[in-house]
């Protein structure tokens, strides 16, 4: 089955605290994305890679890390987790072209404490 | 700045009512237009897009939009509203020439019984 997956999908921590949020797609897609959901600000863009070793920031990218190693990994770093990190993450990939739609992944919920 | 504008939070709809969520984009260039919708704790799946062609757009569940380059819009509808259509859905635009995209605010669908 075609998808995105995520792991944790929901993830408490402590500030400071290092944490990853994996991202992988089975799709052989060369777009992939990281997007956080906030209660009125809808989803804004982290980080993006158009392929293997290229990443881009988004909107958001501060205190954030991603890596583009593989096609099909694009893991989020949080290096030194804050409160106004706690948020709702989504990862996404597409095949490459920009008139293609986006496959997203079910979210991890992240809380900073 | 490129930016996608929901005005409305929330819409209430009797069930079998024609809906229509509002949205209207800013970008520079040729815009490559996206409707989304996200149930309860899932994340976003595609509805529709607007690449270029017919302004009027027709999606998955019945959903439609209409493109209006003057009115820079790119309004979701349907002709008769179901109760299963509740849910969150976020607009989202793409430049012809960038690598990210915008997405909106979000509006919170409800259909009444």
């Known amino acids: 089955e075609a998808q995105v997956t995520q792991n944790p999908r929901y993830l408490i921590t402590v500030t400071g605290k290092k944490l990853t949020v994996t991202c992988s797609q089975n799709m052989n897609h060369e777009y992939m994305s990281w997007y956080r959901q906030d209660p009125g600000l809808g989803l804004r863009q982290i980080y993006y890679?158009?392929?293997?070793?290229?990443?881009d920031k988004g909107d958001v990218p501060e205190g954030y890390k991603v890596s583009r190693k593989e096609k099909r990994n694009f893991p989020l770093i949080l290096e030194s987790p804050s409160p106004n990190q706690t948020s709702l993450y989504f990862c996404?990939?597409?095949?490459?072209?920009?008139?293609?739609?986006?496959?997203f992944g079910p979210g991890t919920r992240l809380t900073v404490l | 700045a490129q930016s996608v504008a929901q005005p409305e939070d929330q819409v209430n709809v009797a069930e079998g009512n024609p809906l229509t969520v509002k949205c209207t984009y800013s970008v520079s260039g040729n815009p490559y237009l996206f409707w989304y919708v996200q149930y309860p704790n899932r994340g976003l799946q595609f509805l529709l897009k607007?690449?270029?062609?017919?302004?009027l757009v027709k999606g998955s569940y019945g959903f439609e939009a209409e493109f209006n380059k003057s009115q820079t819009s790119f309004h979701l509808k349907k002709p008769s509203a179901l109760v299963s259509d509740s849910a969150l859905y976020f607009c989202?635009?793409?430049?012809?020439?960038?690598?990210?995209?915008?997405f909106g605010t979000g509006t919170s669908l409800t259909v009444i019984p």
């Open positions: 607007y690449i270029t062609g017919d302004n």
């Open positions: 996404a990939s597409l095949p490459g072209w920009n008139t293609d739609t986006q496959y």
């Open positions: 890679s158009m392929n293997v070793e290229v990443t």
């Open positions: 989202a635009v793409r430049d012809s020439a960038g690598n990210q995209f915008y």
